[in-house]
């Protein structure tokens, strides 16, 4: 946290990740993966690279069970499907893209 101007003091959640975006990717080594350097830059991208993947194929399909949108977003995506869960269970919020019904992901009418 020493990059945080001192006039932040103890930090909200917030301002955290607001700061964690103003950072560039940084990878320290040639051979180091993106995930591997910079883990939050990684999540953003790939969250919403899950967001579009999901969103493209219930356009498609209309629905899709809930545990072959994990698998399907987690093989698509090259996470594992704790982290594919871990955004389908944000992303099925009641604002959120995705709605669950009867056990199907389907796209939330706006």
């Given at each position: ?7 932040v003091?103890?930090p ?7 700061h ?11 051979d180091q ?23 493209d194929i219930?356009?498609?399909e209309?629905?899709?069970?809930y ?21 389908l ?7 959120a ?14």
């Open positions: 946290m020493s990059d945080l101007p001192k006039s003091g103890k909200h959640r917030a301002a955290l990740r607001h964690a975006r103003s950072l560039k990717p940084r990878i320290a080594k040639p993966s993106l995930k591997h350097s910079d883990i939050i830059f990684f999540n953003q991208g790939a969250e919403k690279s899950f967001v579009k993947l999901l969103t219930l356009k498609e209309h629905r899709l069970p545990r072959e949108a994990l698998r399907e977003a987690a093989y698509e995506l090259n996470v594992s499907i704790e982290t594919s869960q871990r955004y269970e944000k992303h099925i919020a009641r604002h893209e995705f709605k669950l019904e009867e056990g199907y992901v389907i796209l939330r009418p706006h």
